[in-house]
């Protein structure tokens, strides 16, 4: 099994609406999870850090379920901006190295 | 904001070339890694570095690559002799305090071999 699966997409979506992600990981000793964006040729960077069981800024919501093992993001009234790819990321600490899946692309339209 | 930069943005070279491609980490940050992304593929780790040592390093990052730290700012990436597969963008990153917090990532260096 992998350990981040993701929906790779791409969800498309008219400006303005509610998009939500899905990512599940199959190690349960995941302690943190990070949510990266990443635009097309550039680097991933950090849009959510996530701790307990959620953490939300501004637009963006971020919920984990640990007894699923899931963990989503949540993006209220989209921009034109918002169109990056997103990538799921959990961490044990420790010696574990951030591995980054294909994630899921968002294309929101006008 | 402090950020980690990288030196230099786009690197052609020829197949068989050595390559050092330069990082310069967040000032404080403690732990480096390096990742490469070749086009149209995800974020692959190759290696990652503290307490002046290889601490990980995965299939990829075989004998032909090394990194070295030889000041306290740069942290470098040598490939000594490239071949076409090695063409990607190659991103550097540091965290704090490893991989409990997150990683701030540079702009990254396109290196593409002829």
Known sequence: RKEVEQDPGPFNVPEGATVAFNCTYSNSASQSFFWYRQDCRKEPKLLMSVYSSGNEDGRFTAQLNRASQYISLLIRDSKLSDSATYLCVPSTGGSYIPTFGRGTSLIVHP | ?114
């Open chain 2, 1 to 114: 904001e402090p950020e980690v930069t990288q030196t230099p943005s786009h690197q052609v070279t020829q197949m068989g070339q050595e390559v050092i491609l330069r990082c310069v980490p967040i000032s404080n940050h403690l732990y480096f890694y390096w990742y490469r992304q070749i086009l149209g593929q995800k974020v692959e780790f190759l290696v990652s570095f503290y307490n002046n040592e290889i601490s990980e390093k995965s299939e990829i990052f075989d004998d032909q690559f090394s990194v070295e730290r030889p000041d306290g700012s740069n942290f470098t990436l040598k490939i000594r002799s490239t071949k076409l597969e090695d063409s990607a963008m190659y991103f550097c990153a540091s965290s704090l305090q490893g991989t409990r917090e997150k990683l701030f990532f540079g702009s990254g260096t396109q290196l593409s071999v002829l």
